[in-house]
């Protein structure tokens, strides 16, 4: 089955899901429908489809990596209301549509951010993403600092620092790592540390996520670059109109592309084992990186 059928048909199923979970929680008052709206407005749902795969490798129940994919959905979607602020990235759009603070305000925007970021804490340490409370803490630990400072904050930090700046290629990886594998990361090894894999499978899973955020965040780079408001969903060639830095706009498109296919190429060598024994992880590999096509 090619990816692309496999990622619609694990949205769907995750869409029904989170938004039954939300509507079971949230109130009728404004703050909760901005976060409804801000959470269920169009995501490919790339994040729950990760998660869904290592899942099943792990042999994870379908009620338990839903809850997981559901806490990592309220993370990106808070990420993104945030991103789209006048003091952040300043976009009106977001998939389309209106982004939080045009639709409702911004006082409203910064509160479901920050609702949707307490409520992923709020699903991860229930009992009902998984029996065993030491698991559960490991996870909170490991979710808490791939957010904060170490992670997804200071990733964004340092993209809005970068801004008209002449960065080495080192800080802009390290830039990637931060604000966008290190949640990607999380999709991959929170499903093995909830089948109790062992530290070897874990570190795979880690490394695995790395790379497919560090891909991930180039082919963005580029496709913000050189598509339309239609298919982007948010104001085209905004990176490159605020001094963004990227690694496209230090090295270029074509280079860009070949260190990705190095990068996946060392990937290959180093855990053939794995990649071999599930196909299905060096497929996706692939199509991440065939986005542009």
Do not use: W
């Not at 959905?73 to 991103?83: P, T």
């Not at 951010?113 to 699903?123: T, V």
């Amino acid at each position: 089955m090619q990816i692309n059928t496999l990622i619609n048909s694990e949205k769907k199923e995750f869409d029904r899901f989170f938004k039954k979970f939300l509507l079971s929680i949230l109130h009728k008052e404004e703050l909760s429908k901005a976060m409804i709206y801000g959470s269920m407005n169009g995501g490919k749902r790339i994040r729950p489809f990760i998660v869904s795969v290592f899942a099943k490798i792990a042999k994870i129940k379908k009620e338990n990596y839903l809850r997981l994919s559901a806490a990592i959905e309220c993370i990106h979607s808070y990420s993104l209301i945030h991103d789209d602020l006048p003091s952040m990235d300043n976009d009106d759009y977001r998939r389309g549509k209106q982004s939080v603070h045009k639709k409702f305000n911004e006082a409203t925007a910064i509160l479901a951010g920050d609702s949707l970021h307490d409520l992923a804490f709020e699903i991860i340490s229930n009992k009902k993403t998984h029996r065993d409370i030491n698991l559960r803490i490991k996870l909170v630990e490991k979710f808490s600092k791939i957010l904060g400072f170490q992670g997804l904050a200071g990733g964004q930090s340092f993209d809005l620092f970068f801004e008209n700046q002449t960065v080495k290629i080192d800080k802009i990886l390290n830039m990637y790592a931060m604000k966008t594998s290190a949640l990607f990361s999380f999709c991959c090894f929170a499903p093995f540390i909830l089948g109790k894999k062992n530290n070897k499978d874990i570190k795979f899973a880690e490394d695995y996520g790395n790379l497919f955020g560090l891909i991930f965040q180039i082919i963005d780079d580029i496709i913000d670059e050189t598509s339309n408001f239609k298919l982007l969903g948010k104001t085209p060639g905004k990176d490159k109109k605020q001094g963004k830095s990227t690694l496209t706009s230090l090295i270029g498109k074509k280079e860009a592309i070949k260190y990705c296919n190095n990068q996946i190429h060392k990937f290959n060598n180093r855990y053939k084992e794995y990649l071999k024994k599930y196909s299905i992880l060096e497929d996706i590999l692939l199509f991440n990186l065939n986005r542009l096509n």
